[in-house]
T-cell receptor, first 113, second 112 residues
Framework: ETGVTQSPTHLIKTRGQQVTLRCSSQSGHNTVSWYQQALGQGPQFIFQ???????GRGNFPPRFSGLQFPNYSSELNVNALELDDSALYLCASSPTEMNTEAFFGQGTRLTVV | GENVEQHPSTLSVQEGDSAVIKCTYSDSASNYFPWYKQELGKRPQLIIDIRSNVGEKKDQRIAVTLNKTAKHFSLHITETQPEDSAVYFC???????????FGGGTRLMVKP
Protein backbone atom coordinates (compact mmCIF):
# COMPACT_ATOMS: atom_id res chain seq x y z
CA GLU A 1 0.00 0.00 0.00
CA THR A 2 1.56 3.29 -1.14
CA GLY A 3 -0.35 5.54 1.26
CA VAL A 4 -1.87 7.73 -1.43
CA THR A 5 -5.65 7.63 -1.16
CA GLN A 6 -8.29 9.10 -3.42
CA SER A 7 -11.99 9.65 -2.97
CA PRO A 8 -14.48 8.81 -4.22
CA THR A 9 -13.52 5.65 -6.12
CA HIS A 10 -16.38 5.97 -8.60
CA LEU A 11 -18.58 8.87 -9.60
CA ILE A 12 -21.32 9.48 -12.16
CA LYS A 13 -22.13 13.04 -13.16
CA THR A 14 -24.30 14.72 -15.75
CA ARG A 15 -22.89 16.87 -18.53
CA GLY A 16 -22.59 20.50 -17.39
CA GLN A 17 -22.22 19.64 -13.71
CA GLN A 18 -19.19 20.29 -11.53
CA VAL A 19 -17.12 17.69 -9.68
CA THR A 20 -14.49 17.69 -6.93
CA LEU A 21 -12.05 14.83 -6.51
CA ARG A 22 -9.82 14.43 -3.47
CA CYS A 23 -6.36 13.07 -2.82
CA SER A 24 -4.43 12.47 0.37
CA SER A 25 -0.71 12.38 -0.28
CA GLN A 26 1.70 9.97 1.31
CA SER A 27 3.13 11.06 4.62
CA GLY A 28 6.14 13.33 4.14
CA HIS A 29 5.32 14.15 0.51
CA ASN A 30 4.82 17.82 -0.36
CA THR A 31 4.08 17.47 -4.09
CA VAL A 32 0.88 16.22 -5.69
CA SER A 33 0.29 15.75 -9.41
CA TRP A 34 -2.98 14.95 -11.15
CA TYR A 35 -3.36 12.84 -14.27
CA GLN A 36 -6.28 11.93 -16.54
CA GLN A 37 -6.26 8.41 -17.98
CA ALA A 38 -8.78 7.75 -20.73
CA LEU A 39 -9.65 4.12 -21.43
CA GLY A 40 -6.82 2.32 -23.19
CA GLN A 41 -4.43 5.28 -23.03
CA GLY A 42 -1.54 6.46 -20.92
CA PRO A 43 -2.07 9.00 -18.13
CA GLN A 44 -1.97 12.65 -19.22
CA PHE A 45 -0.53 15.27 -16.90
CA ILE A 46 -3.09 17.85 -15.74
CA PHE A 47 -1.17 19.90 -13.16
CA GLN A 48 1.14 19.70 -10.17
CA UNK A 49 0.99 21.37 -6.77
CA UNK A 50 4.05 21.98 -4.63
CA UNK A 51 3.67 23.50 -1.17
CA UNK A 52 0.18 24.80 -1.98
CA UNK A 53 1.15 26.49 -5.25
CA UNK A 54 0.51 25.30 -8.81
CA UNK A 55 3.94 24.30 -10.05
CA GLY A 56 3.17 23.27 -13.61
CA ARG A 57 0.24 22.60 -15.91
CA GLY A 58 -0.43 20.36 -18.86
CA ASN A 59 -2.63 21.02 -21.87
CA PHE A 60 -5.96 21.19 -20.05
CA PRO A 61 -8.52 24.03 -20.15
CA PRO A 62 -9.09 26.41 -17.20
CA ARG A 63 -12.24 24.55 -16.16
CA PHE A 64 -9.80 22.05 -14.64
CA SER A 65 -8.55 23.64 -11.43
CA GLY A 66 -7.02 22.48 -8.20
CA LEU A 67 -5.98 23.21 -4.66
CA GLN A 68 -3.40 21.94 -2.25
CA PHE A 69 -3.93 22.30 1.47
CA PRO A 70 -1.38 22.90 4.27
CA ASN A 71 -1.35 19.14 5.01
CA TYR A 72 -0.45 18.63 1.30
CA SER A 73 -3.71 16.90 0.44
CA SER A 74 -5.22 18.11 -2.81
CA GLU A 75 -8.43 18.60 -4.74
CA LEU A 76 -9.14 18.51 -8.46
CA ASN A 77 -12.17 20.48 -9.58
CA VAL A 78 -13.73 20.20 -13.01
CA ASN A 79 -16.46 22.63 -14.07
CA ALA A 80 -18.93 22.35 -16.93
CA LEU A 81 -18.34 18.61 -17.35
CA GLU A 82 -18.21 17.22 -20.88
CA LEU A 83 -18.70 13.63 -22.01
CA ASP A 84 -14.99 13.45 -22.93
CA ASP A 85 -14.08 14.11 -19.29
CA SER A 86 -15.07 10.52 -18.56
CA ALA A 87 -11.82 8.90 -17.44
CA LEU A 88 -9.80 7.56 -14.53
CA TYR A 89 -8.33 10.47 -12.57
CA LEU A 90 -5.09 9.60 -10.82
CA CYS A 91 -3.20 11.57 -8.28
CA ALA A 92 0.45 10.95 -7.50
CA SER A 93 2.48 12.24 -4.60
CA SER A 94 6.24 12.76 -4.50
CA PRO A 95 8.70 13.66 -1.74
CA THR A 96 9.74 16.79 -3.64
CA GLU A 97 8.82 18.72 -6.78
CA MET A 98 11.92 17.45 -8.55
CA ASN A 99 12.30 14.16 -10.41
CA THR A 100 11.69 11.50 -7.83
CA GLU A 101 9.42 8.50 -7.73
CA ALA A 102 5.75 9.35 -8.02
CA PHE A 103 3.41 7.15 -5.96
CA PHE A 104 -0.05 6.82 -7.47
CA GLY A 105 -3.38 6.53 -5.76
CA GLN A 106 -5.96 4.01 -6.92
CA GLY A 107 -7.79 6.63 -8.93
CA THR A 108 -11.33 7.98 -9.24
CA ARG A 109 -13.37 6.63 -12.13
CA LEU A 110 -15.51 9.52 -13.40
CA THR A 111 -18.35 8.84 -15.82
CA VAL A 112 -20.13 11.79 -17.42
CA VAL A 113 -23.52 11.01 -18.93
CA GLY B 1 6.52 19.95 -24.94
CA GLU B 2 7.70 16.41 -24.44
CA ASN B 3 6.29 13.62 -26.61
CA VAL B 4 6.84 9.97 -25.69
CA GLU B 5 6.06 7.18 -28.13
CA GLN B 6 5.92 3.53 -27.09
CA HIS B 7 6.07 0.31 -29.12
CA PRO B 8 4.64 -2.23 -29.48
CA SER B 9 1.11 -1.58 -28.28
CA THR B 10 0.60 -5.31 -27.60
CA LEU B 11 3.14 -8.02 -27.00
CA SER B 12 2.48 -11.72 -26.50
CA VAL B 13 5.28 -14.01 -25.30
CA GLN B 14 5.60 -17.53 -24.02
CA GLU B 15 6.38 -18.01 -20.35
CA GLY B 16 10.13 -17.99 -19.86
CA ASP B 17 10.85 -15.88 -22.93
CA SER B 18 12.13 -12.31 -22.84
CA ALA B 19 10.05 -9.21 -23.56
CA VAL B 20 11.34 -5.87 -24.83
CA ILE B 21 9.36 -2.63 -24.92
CA LYS B 22 10.80 0.47 -26.58
CA CYS B 23 10.13 4.18 -26.11
CA THR B 24 11.36 7.31 -27.81
CA TYR B 25 11.19 10.85 -26.47
CA SER B 26 11.45 14.24 -28.12
CA ASP B 27 12.74 16.64 -25.44
CA SER B 28 16.52 16.45 -25.04
CA ALA B 29 16.13 18.13 -21.63
CA SER B 30 14.29 15.09 -20.24
CA ASN B 31 16.41 13.43 -17.59
CA TYR B 32 14.21 10.99 -15.68
CA PHE B 33 12.57 7.92 -17.21
CA PRO B 34 10.35 5.69 -15.06
CA TRP B 35 8.48 2.56 -16.11
CA TYR B 36 5.11 1.73 -14.59
CA LYS B 37 3.14 -1.51 -14.52
CA GLN B 38 -0.63 -1.25 -14.38
CA GLU B 39 -2.78 -4.29 -13.78
CA LEU B 40 -6.43 -4.19 -14.73
CA GLY B 41 -8.36 -1.86 -12.43
CA LYS B 42 -5.31 -1.01 -10.34
CA ARG B 43 -2.99 1.93 -9.87
CA PRO B 44 0.23 2.33 -11.89
CA GLN B 45 3.18 0.99 -9.91
CA LEU B 46 6.79 1.94 -10.51
CA ILE B 47 8.90 -1.06 -11.49
CA ILE B 48 12.17 0.63 -12.44
CA ASP B 49 13.48 4.06 -13.35
CA ILE B 50 16.64 5.49 -14.90
CA ARG B 51 18.23 8.92 -14.93
CA SER B 52 20.06 10.48 -17.83
CA ASN B 53 23.50 10.10 -16.25
CA VAL B 54 23.17 6.29 -16.39
CA GLY B 55 23.05 4.04 -19.45
CA GLU B 56 21.63 0.89 -17.90
CA LYS B 57 19.99 -0.25 -14.70
CA LYS B 58 18.99 -3.74 -13.56
CA ASP B 59 16.72 -5.08 -10.86
CA GLN B 60 16.47 -8.88 -10.87
CA ARG B 61 14.58 -9.87 -14.06
CA ILE B 62 14.00 -6.26 -15.15
CA ALA B 63 16.45 -3.94 -16.87
CA VAL B 64 16.21 -0.57 -18.53
CA THR B 65 18.63 0.90 -21.07
CA LEU B 66 18.89 4.53 -22.14
CA ASN B 67 20.45 5.99 -25.27
CA LYS B 68 20.50 9.77 -24.81
CA THR B 69 21.95 10.46 -28.24
CA ALA B 70 19.18 8.60 -30.01
CA LYS B 71 16.61 9.66 -27.40
CA HIS B 72 15.25 6.22 -26.76
CA PHE B 73 14.99 3.87 -23.81
CA SER B 74 13.88 0.27 -23.46
CA LEU B 75 12.49 -2.09 -20.85
CA HIS B 76 13.76 -5.66 -20.83
CA ILE B 77 12.01 -8.41 -18.87
CA THR B 78 13.73 -11.78 -18.80
CA GLU B 79 12.25 -15.16 -17.83
CA THR B 80 8.73 -13.82 -18.11
CA GLN B 81 6.03 -15.22 -15.84
CA PRO B 82 2.22 -15.13 -16.16
CA GLU B 83 2.08 -12.55 -13.35
CA ASP B 84 4.08 -10.19 -15.57
CA SER B 85 0.95 -9.85 -17.72
CA ALA B 86 -0.20 -6.22 -17.45
CA VAL B 87 -0.02 -2.89 -19.26
CA TYR B 88 3.40 -1.24 -19.08
CA PHE B 89 3.92 2.50 -19.48
CA CYS B 90 7.13 4.37 -20.08
CA UNK B 91 7.38 8.04 -19.14
CA UNK B 92 9.78 10.95 -19.31
CA UNK B 93 10.26 14.05 -17.22
CA UNK B 94 12.50 17.08 -17.59
CA UNK B 95 14.16 19.72 -15.47
CA UNK B 96 10.87 21.52 -14.82
CA UNK B 97 9.94 19.01 -12.19
CA UNK B 98 8.24 15.70 -11.67
CA UNK B 99 5.67 16.12 -14.44
CA UNK B 100 5.55 12.89 -16.34
CA UNK B 101 4.73 12.49 -20.02
CA PHE B 102 3.57 8.92 -20.58
CA GLY B 103 3.74 6.70 -23.61
CA GLY B 104 0.59 5.02 -24.88
CA GLY B 105 1.24 1.74 -23.09
CA THR B 106 2.09 -1.84 -24.04
CA ARG B 107 -0.22 -4.69 -23.15
CA LEU B 108 2.04 -7.63 -22.30
CA MET B 109 0.50 -11.10 -22.29
CA VAL B 110 2.59 -13.99 -20.99
CA LYS B 111 1.17 -17.34 -22.02
CA PRO B 112 1.76 -20.27 -19.66
Amino acid sequence: ETGVTQSPTHLIKTRGQQVTLRCSSQSGHNTVSWYQQALGQGPQFIFQYYREEENGRGNFPPRFSGLQFPNYSSELNVNALELDDSALYLCASSPTEMNTEAFFGQGTRLTVV
Amino acid sequence: GENVEQHPSTLSVQEGDSAVIKCTYSDSASNYFPWYKQELGKRPQLIIDIRSNVGEKKDQRIAVTLNKTAKHFSLHITETQPEDSAVYFCAGSGNAGNMLTFGGGTRLMVKP
